[in-house]
C-alpha cells in the first residue's frame, strides 16, 4: 500500500470505535489524517465533547509533523516546553503533545499517515489507535520504546 485511501481511512476510524465500545470507553473522537497533514476522515461518537475533533486532529498533526508518536510528543512537552510551544506557534496551535496521535506505517515502515482519537485517558485512546491500525494489517508507530 503506498497511500491511506479514503475507504482504509474509515475502516480505521470504525475499528477504533468498535475498539473503545468493547472496553466502555468515553465517547471517542477519531481523525485519520494522509501523509501531508491532510485530513481523510473524521468520526465523533454521540456524546463525546465540544473540542475533541480538534484535539484529535492535534493529535495525528504533530504525529506527522514530527514524524513521532504523540506519546514521545508528550515526553518532548515535559522535557522541551520551550520546544513545543515554537512548535505549536509554527504550526499556528495545531499540536496536541498527548498519547492517542499514532503513525500509521505499512509493511516496510513508510509513513502512510497518522491516526488521532481523543475522548478518554491518552493511553485508552492511544490503545484504539494501535488496534484499529494493526487490525489493518498496518504497523502502529506510537512512539513507545522497544
Known amino acids: 500500500m503506498s497511500a491511506l485511501t479514503l475507504k482504509v481511512a474509515v475502516n480505521l476510524a470504525s475499528h477504533a470505535i468498535a475498539a473503545g465500545r468493547t472496553i466502555s470507553s468515553a465517547p471517542l473522537?477519531?481523525?485519520?489524517?494522509?501523509?501531508?497533514?491532510?485530513?481523510?476522515?473524521?468520526?465523533?461518537?454521540d456524546g463525546a465533547?465540544?473540542?475533541?475533533?480538534?484535539?484529535?486532529?492535534?493529535?495525528?498533526?504533530?504525529?506527522?509533523?514530527?514524524?513521532?508518536?504523540?506519546?514521545?510528543?508528550?515526553l518532548d512537552a515535559q522535557q522541551r516546553p520551550a520546544f513545543i510551544a515554537a512548535l505549536n506557534s509554527l504550526g499556528q496551535g495545531s499540536v496536541v503533545p498527548a498519547p492517542g496521535g499514532v503513525l500509521i506505517r505499512d509493511?516496510?515502515?513508510?509513513?502512510?499517515?497518522?491516526?488521532?482519537?481523543?475522548?478518554?485517558?491518552?493511553?485508552i485512546d492511544e490503545q484504539?489507535?494501535?488496534?484499529?491500525?494493526e487490525g489493518q494489517g498496518l504497523w502502529a508507530d506510537a512512539g513507545v520504546s522497544a
Open 29 to 45: 473522537t477519531i481523525a485519520v489524517l494522509d501523509s501531508g497533514g491532510h485530513l481523510i476522515t473524521l468520526q465523533r461518537e
Open 49 to 74: 465533547s465540544l473540542l475533541r475533533p480538534q484535539i484529535a486532529i492535534g493529535k495525528a498533526w504533530g504525529a506527522i509533523a514530527l514524524g513521532k508518536g504523540s506519546r514521545l510528543l508528550a
Open 107 to 123: 509493511q516496510d515502515g513508510v509513513v502512510l499517515g497518522a491516526i488521532g482519537i481523543s475522548g478518554d485517558t491518552s493511553d
Open 128 to 133: 484504539c489507535a494501535i488496534s484499529a491500525i
